[in-house]
T-cell receptor
């Protein structure tokens, strides 16, 4: 138990569906992240929120839409996805958003997404 | 950007030592990390080292850092079958998030 909880753990959706992934952290952290993990590729940073403000958006297609209503919750809204978007989506949090300040990043268990 | 490089696969026998190597890219990285991912799970922080250190030991884990060559290694002593997992090296870089390698799959055989 890392203190970062993701739901659902598994999601199968059609290309025309709209769904959302949810993440909640119980660590009192101020920064939250979405990463994408695909087979044979490095982890890809998608979004970073610090104090509920998006501070990094790594050229992610608009069919992925993040939402951070408060520092404990982070959503990833999914709309008209493609089969190549099938992957493990990892949420993470840290004390603040600067990696070089020694903040350890804690990950959730991930949400396995399959787009059919 | 440039990739953090790791070998993709390592197989060792139970009881032997495992050494996983990593080459990172950003010399301004203040912290270097090792994460472990077991099947079906997220990434779990194993250990980290501050860039002004060259070694850190934590029970069965030893981290060595060669800052000149930007080389990081993780040694697991007395490797057990429960250590079978994917191990990710990560550098803190200069931005908001860590830069990860592709991970090294460690297989421990009886």
């Amino acid at each position: 138990e890392t203190g970062v909880t993701q739901t659902p753990r598994h999601l199968v959706m059609g290309m025309t569906n709209k769904k959302s992934l949810k993440c909640e952290q119980h660590l009192g952290h101020n920064a939250m992240y979405w990463y994408k993990q695909s087979a044979k590729k490095p982890l890809e940073l998608m979004f970073v929120y610090s104090l509920e403000e998006r501070v990094e958006n790594n050229s992610v297609p608009s069919r992925f839409s993040p939402e951070c209503p408060n520092s404990s919750h982070l959503f990833l809204h999914l709309h008209t996805l493609q089969p190549e978007d099938s992957a493990l989506y990892l949420c993470a949090s840290s004390r603040d958003g600067r990696a070089n300040s020694g903040n350890t990043i804690y990950f959730g268990e991930g949400s396995w997404l399959t787009v059919v | 950007g440039e990739d953090v490089e790791q070998s993709l696969f390592l197989s060792v026998r139970e009881g032997d030592s495992s050494v996983i190597n990593c080459t990172y890219t950003d010399s301004s990285s203040t912290y270097l990390y090792w994460y472990k991912q077991e099947p079906g799970a997220g990434l779990q922080l194993l250990t980290y080292i501050f860039s002004n250190m060259d070694m850190k030991q934590d029970q069965r884990l030893t981290v060595l850092l060669n800052k000149k060559d930007k080389h990081l290694s993780l040694r697991i002593a007395d490797t057990q079958t429960g250590d079978s997992a994917i191990y990710f090296c990560a550098e803190s870089g200069s931005g908001y998030a860590l830069n990860f390698g592709k991970g090294t799959s460690l297989l421990v055989t009886p």
